[in-house]
């Protein structure tokens, strides 16, 4: 527990966010109360090991941070995650409920250390976060894409199979179904690929996964796409 005035609240409170969830208990000397709920609050954060911050503000000796709040009616309670408001209440509530206010901030150790493994982003990293989450789409689209930049396209196109198709996984399939292939080469390509997509499955896949490597925002993506059409049909 952290007493918190208008000087040191970017620090103690929405930068230690970024690292922990801050509890901020905003109350006054003569509010009854805040009296009752500070006990309970210190007590169940306490409880959560450090796992959970709390920073108290008296609001009479620092009125930025109660304007900032917006506050109207005291004791109230915000916690902060990142720096942003993520929940609140007002008034006095019995320590059931404060707790669950409470524990609802603190991630499930898996979740935490699956979130530092896809951080990190390394191979090993993505592996064990594969482990842990066997179904998890993000870690399998970015170990996905990191197989493709290993030179390693069969594993990446097979762990791709294990999870429903999305933008994210055909663009990836794309990278490794076509390996390298430069801005300037695209177009040169289609042309190449457009007068036997329709005979040549293999080619018609090509041309596919190369529109998946260009631009949405490019319009010639949407001008390959009806001359593809107009070949096939």
Do not use: H, Y
Request: proline share 6%; charged share 25%.
């Amino acid at each position: 527990m952290v007493d918190v005035t208008d000087a040191t609240f970017q620090q103690a409170v929405i930068e230690r966010s970024a690292i922990v969830p801050v509890v901020v208990d905003l109350w006054a000397e003569w509010c009854g109360p805040c009296k009752q709920l500070g006990p309970i609050l210190e007590k169940v954060i306490a409880e959560t090991q450090g796992k959970v911050d709390l920073a108290k503000v008296d609001v009479d000796a620092n009125p930025q941070i109660a304007q900032a709040f917006k506050v109207q009616s005291i004791p109230a309670v915000f916690a902060l995650v990142n720096g942003q408001p993520v929940d609140q209440f007002m008034g006095a509530l019995p320590e059931s409920e404060v707790a669950a206010f409470v524990n609802k901030l603190i991630p499930a150790e898996e979740e935490t250390e699956l979130s530092r493994l896809l951080s990190a982003g390394d191979e090993s990293s993505l592996r064990v976060a594969l482990e842990l989450e066997p179904g998890n789409a993000e870690v399998i689209v970015a170990l996905a894409e990191l197989l493709v930049t290993e030179q390693q396209p069969q594993e990446a196109l097979a762990l791709l199979e294990k999870i429903p198709e999305s933008p994210a996984t055909r663009r990836v399939a794309a990278l490794a179904r076509t390996g390298s292939v430069g801005a300037e080469q695209v177009a040169a390509q289609l042309t190449q690929l457009l007068d036997t997509a329709k005979d040549n499955e293999a080619d018609r896949q090509q041309f596919v996964d190369l529109l998946e490597l260009m631009d949405d925002e490019d319009p010639a993506k949407a001008q390959w796409r009806r001359k593809l059409t107009a070949k096939l049909f």
